[in-house]
């Protein structure tokens, strides 16, 4: 019997949250600090303000684009944890667009940029899709290992051909043509204080494509015949689609969509060009995808709680002694439990789902 | 009035101004981490000391990667604290957006100058201790070859480098001088195990003095050099004690005082801005002798060192720096 629902998108992230945190709350407990208190700081931290908020925000947007990433692939039983390096090669695009015109304005020099972050994620993501489909090259090998790749090529870029004058490896900065709108800017329009925070228009932007994804994968011939391969490859072979010309597709929408993270994190916030820019948000976008359960409506909200852990976590490290591994430790458990752990909740979930529903059947003839 | 109501009213008065200045100073720790024996752990002393000797508080917070530079720096700000040290040269543009956002905190940068009116910019003169610490090592050195191990490769670095070169042929026109560097990204800072690889490479073409001007990578250039033998310098904290015997002396770079006295100025009421510079003449830089080396450092070549160190306060020795013109005469 399948789940309800609910269960299965609802209750279940919501077991395995609660799980994780009274585990977190245990190794907290265990470097002697107080868990209530700590749970406080990052509660507080995250939704306690508009400065929080802000920033929850805005790791979320991050998180949106590296968890529909993941999330379109896997409908195809493709598994890409490349996103890491598409979104730095994502960056790549973003800064050569951003550095090579002096934009006059952002709403020029935004779709430009989308274009730039999305074709160099997506031709990042294409050589691991090619290799899988025509070479049987497993994908999980090939997206990590081009993880490592695209690091070495930014940092090689970054101290050669795009270092601007100066000691640190960085590029120079963006022309002021390419700020994007702030929320604090936005919010100001209308009258309500806002503080100061990174978290600007590609927000919506991000919100826009969880809409475009459910579209495509929901409403369209292409999404409908991403997920029959996904579901079985001999059967859609049967129905006539052709296994590369999928797996090149979605790799290469997941690729662009990692890419476009960059908009939010070096269009958005350090504009210009950093080191290590992506932040581990292609690899966040993972355990997004699987809480989300692949659903654009899932990632969404799961993006905003990853969101709240990382700027949570933040302030913990800040108001505490709480050391910086620590906060890592607690994130980590949260992916574990909703992610790899997740079967451990859902077998006694659905027992007790299936016992609740036999025994409905069983009282109405005795009534 | 009696003079008791004049001391109280005067008591009164600072405990008031103490209060209207009643902000925390706050130290954002770099890359590298708080205990790399090196810049940053120097830097953490400082505050310590300030913290031990006023009974003061402050906030601290570690750096956790490049891209947060900028949410760290203003989450200080936002919270309120006054100065704001930031230490190294890395945070140099992040800071030339944030200081004009909070015109009213003081921020102070070390390693790097930032034209902005509330951003003290500390530099220190490093080639001049660096060929202090390159005299001692080319008199110590008996194979005529000293060499040098840089973190990453930045100009900054590059001058600790010349500096150190300039010194040894002050003392050693023919002496061989071999410069390597870790990396090209901030991750020079914090590879031990390469650095312990360059000093063995190094002691294989023929040094037996190294100096290590590379954070908390220079722990591994100090351990191969005592496993191989022979003998280091340490930089940025005195680092003598690390491998007793070995160590030959350390290149000191008082980061420590520059925090410690940041903060006090700050607590006072107001941190000048501008830039300060610290150098031989204000023990800015200097060279370590202490128990754990005062047998490997001889009387004369301490007087040959006190020699130099007058002549060049006194102007009488120039020491190229190597930032000014990107190049070295010597290397």
Known sequence: MNLPKWADVVLIPLINLLLALFVSGLVVLLIGEDPVNAMKIMVNGAVGSTYGWGYTLFYATNFIFTGLAVAVAFHARLFNIGGEGQAQLGSLGVALVCLALPWPHWT???????????????????????????????????????????????????????????????????????????????????GIPFARSPLNISFLVGLIGCFLVWLLLWRSRLGYEIRAYGHSEP???????????????????????????????????????????????????????????????????????FG????????????????????????AL????????????????????????????RAEPAE | MTLLQKFLGASAALALSAGAALAEPGLIIDLGGKFDKSFNESAYNGAQQWVKDTGGEYMETELSSEAQREQTMRRMAERGANPIVVLGFANASTLE?????????????VDMVVDQPNVQSIVFTEHTGSYLVGMIAAMASKTGTVSFVGGM????????????????????????????????TPAAWNDPVKGAELTKAQISQGSDVVFAAAGGTGVGVLQAAADEGVMSIGVDSNQNYMHPGSVLTSMVKRVDNAVYTVFNTGAEGDLPTGVVTMGLDNDGVGYAVDDNNKDLITEEMKTKVEEAKAKIISGEIEVHDYTTDDSCPVM
């Open chain 2, 97 to 109: 957006k944030v200081a004009p956002d909070y015109p009213d905190t003081k921020f102070a940068i």
């Open chain 1, 334 to 361: 949260v992916i574990l439990f909703t992610g790899a752990l997740d079967n451990m909740v859902r077998g006694p979930v659905t027992t007790a789902f299936l016992r609740y529903g036999r025994r409905r059947p």
């Open chain 1, 108 to 190: 020029l020099a935004l779709p430009a940029a989308m274009v730039g972050g999305a074709l160099f994620g997506a031709a990042w993501a294409a050589i691991p899709a090619y290799l899988q489909a025509r070479r049987g090259s497993h994908i999980v090998i090939t997206t990590i290992m081009f993880n490592f790749i695209a690091s070495a090529l930014l940092v090689y870029l970054l101290v050669g051909a795009l270092k601007a004058p100066g000691m640190a490896p960085e590029s120079a900065r963006f022309p002021e043509g390419t700020f994007l709108p702030n929320a604090r800017d936005v919010f100001a329009m209308v």
């Open chain 1, 235 to 305: 059967a859609a072979k049967y129905a006539g689609i052709a296994p590369f010309r999928i797996i090149m597709i979605t790799m290469l929408i997941s690729g662009g969509l990692s890419g476009l993270m960059a908009i939010n994190a070096v269009m958005g916030e350090q504009q210009r060009l950093l080191q290590d820019n992506v932040l581990g948000a292609g690899f966040v976008g993972i355990a997004v995808a699987l809480m989300g359960r692949s659903h654009p409506v899932g990632v969404l909200l799961a993006a905003i709680l």
């Open chain 1, 308 to 331: 709240a852990l990382y700027q949570g976590g933040a302030e913990l490290e800040f108001e505490t002694s709480v050391p910086r591994e620590m906060v890592l430790v607690i994130q």
């Open chain 2, 153 to 184: 490769d930045v100009p900054l670095i590059r001058k600790f480098a010349c500096g150190y070169a300039q010194g040894a042929k002050a003392v050693n026109p023919d002496i061989k001088v071999i410069e390597n560097m870790t990396g090209t």
